[in-house]
């Protein structure tokens, strides 16, 4: 079932196409569109905010939307722009760079300092307090089941079933963060060499564990705005030996593409198929603008898929807890968890349970998909102001989107420059394993509050690329 702005966004893509609207035409305003069409202002924008992503709509500022002449569709990966064959790979030295500087989501780390702490935090570390207070005897001295605290895990089971899943306690084993849970989940269904295909562009740390487990990896196209095409994958399933497919069907990092359930419902089908285990990314499924969320791949193949998430990007990175769910699986999963950290912290464990059992989570989630809406339209507006020539699409969740600088752009060579200034970036070439691909694309994150440095920052940038455009001096 589609969204509403879909809905508006293909009925107004009906009209262009068919003539109703011609090039230079003024389509109606939003006030004219929502009265007409009983839609909210938000439902109005986010659909011409996706016809104007894809190159049919220009937005003039104070008079409204006009057709393009030509449209023009942004740069995305296609088979053909991909290399067809697996291999193993190597990650430049960039990813590790970014990580350490603490930005991968953020264009101005050392202004993160001055932002305000969620309200949720100082809940969370009570019932973390409360956990520790209550610890009887001697218990800190003893390991917990590898496989997690068993009422955190009856929680977790508990959400998952809310979405469409059938998960008990059993199936799940609480982890040191979504990485950690990747990890454990590669390990339980692939050997050194196997063929794993994955997401392009996609997110560099599952390239980064691929490349520790001496896996070949197999790129595959995603489209920005709904992610992996089951054609392709069924494709590339007739020529190679794949074992697993890492994807992440709701809000995908870099693009922030969300799968419609069509898609899901054939990926699924793949699966069972042709016995492949599907690994899912969930990390960002929580945070969709949409009151409707689509049920994940563990609802639709659950003896197939492995379902991966945390709390990092919800809640807290310095929490450090996350589960993976697969009740194919699970003894291995555990005997996996037991070898790499023998077991997890019970009083976070605790302080975790008891902070989603009381409902802060649910409420603290509530106000957070609400800040990223404001913070994202605030970054639309921004992009508008500086970007916009250069294409995006809008995300209906998550925490970025991909833009799509001019072709004959480096993003390499902006990342160092940028760095220089203390505005760091993440460049198109670190979610992909192939040269030469997405060097003109970054990814900007609406995680953070716009601050006033912040929008500097992003103006600054557009000076950066403008100096790149001219032969590589920039205005000071």
Known sequence: MAFRYQRLTRALLDDIQKGRWQAGDMLPSVRQLMQRLQLSRATVLHAL???EAQGWVEAQPRRGYFVNPRPAKAPTATPSSLEAAPRLLSIDDVVHDVMLKGAAFDLLPAESRFDAKPPAIELLHRAISRAMRHTKGAQHQHYEDPAGLPELRDTLAHRLRQQGCTSQAADIVVTHGCQHALLLALKSCTQPGDVVAVESPGYFGTLQLLQELGLK???LP???ATGLNPADVAKALTQWPITAL???PSFATPTGALMPLEARLALAALAKQHRLTLIEDHIYAELSFSSAPLPPMLALAPEHTLLCSSFSK???RDLRLGYVAGPAFTKRLAQLKQITSLASNRLIEQGLDDFIRRGDYDRHLRREQQSLRVQRNALLD????HFGDCHHRVP???LCLWLNLEPELDTLALYQRARQEGIMITPGPMFTSQQGLYRHCLRLS????WSGPRRQALARLRVLVDGLKRGGKSEI
């Open 446 to 449: 609406f995680a953070h509050p």
């Open 217 to 219: 990896v197999l790129e």
């Open 222 to 224: 995603c489209d920005p």
């Open 246 to 248: 890492v994807l992440t």
């Open 49 to 51: 905010g996706e016809l």
């Open 396 to 398: 209906d969740g998550g």
């Open 382 to 385: 921004l992009l508008a102001q």
């Open 314 to 316: 919800s809640l807290s």
